[in-house]
Antibody, heavy 118, light 108 residues
Framework: EVKLVESGGGLVQPGGSLRLSCATSGFTFTDYYMSWVRQPPGKALEWLGFIRNKANGYTTEYSASVKGRFTISRDNSQSILYLQMNTLRAEDSATYYC?????????WGQGTTLTVSS | ENVLTQSPAIMSASPGEKVTMTCRASSSVSSSYLHWYQQKSGASPKLWIYSTSNLASGVPARFSGSGSGTSYSLTISSVEAEDAATYYCQQYSGYPLTFGAGTKLELK
């Protein structure tokens, strides 16, 4: 059974940093692109970026809204995806999902919530 | 950036009714890279239709998808109460990957 479980969300002050984790199981982690997607309360989904699979050298792509502030990485030995978030702003407050990408995002985690507030 | 515009933003339907929602792209999208997701309140999104017209596992046959180029649609042939949700289209024809703003389907 494929599972994705996010963790690490919480309350952070503006300008702060946080790292989210996405623990995965049930599939060969290195075979897949993995993405982060967020959703502010009551708003639409926003793709943040992905990290490619082994065959494509684990390279990354980001949306303009987070490029330079957020970094996606992966620990292939433990099948964990990470999202390092720096210089956080109030508008980064959202539920953050990790998702496996094949033809579309076929599996999603349950999400972890980040609140950026003083 | 390829902007996806979904319409209507909110729609209301009675059980048994046929409904269609649309997704229009600002630039052409390969039909292989246009997908739809269903999200119910408080839950994670679920892949619903992939590559324009292929139903994801477990999706009822009353759902269908079609389209090409810049215009795509999701149709429910006979709406049921369990279909109440927000539906998002998403494209992967270039970076960034983008989602539409969603169509919220309410049941009367």
């Amino acid at each position: 059974e494929v599972k994705l479980v996010e963790s690490g969300g919480g309350l952070v002050q503006p300008g702060g940093s946080l790292r989210l984790s996405c623990a995965t199981s049930g599939f060969t982690f290195t075979d897949y692109y993995m993405s982060w997607v967020r959703q502010p309360p009551g708003k639409a989904l926003e793709w943040l970026g992905f990290i490619r699979n082994k065959a494509n050298g684990y390279t990354t792509e980001y949306s303009a809204s987070v490029k330079g502030r957020f970094t996606i990485s992966r620990d292939n030995s433990q099948s964990i995806l990470y999202l390092q978030m720096n210089t956080l702003r109030a508008e980064d407050s959202a539920t953050y999902y990790c998702a496996r990408e094949t033809t579309g995002f076929d599996y999603w985690g349950q999400g972890t919530t980040l609140t950026v507030s003083s | 950036e390829n902007v996806l515009t979904q319409s209507p933003a909110i729609m209301s339907a009675s059980p048994g009714e046929k409904v269609t929602m649309t997704c229009r792209a600002s630039s052409s999208v390969s039909s292989s890279y246009l997908h739809w997701y269903q999200q119910k309140s408080g839950a994670s999104p679920k892949l619903w239709i992939y590559s324009t017209s292929n139903l994801a596992s477990g999706v009822p046959a009353r759902f269908s998808g079609s389209g090409s180029g810049t215009s795509y649609s999701l149709t429910i042939s006979s709406v049921e109460a369990e279909d109440a949700a927000t539906y998002y289209c998403q494209q992967y024809s270039g970076y960034p990957l983008t989602f539409g703003a969603g169509t919220k389907l309410e049941l009367k």
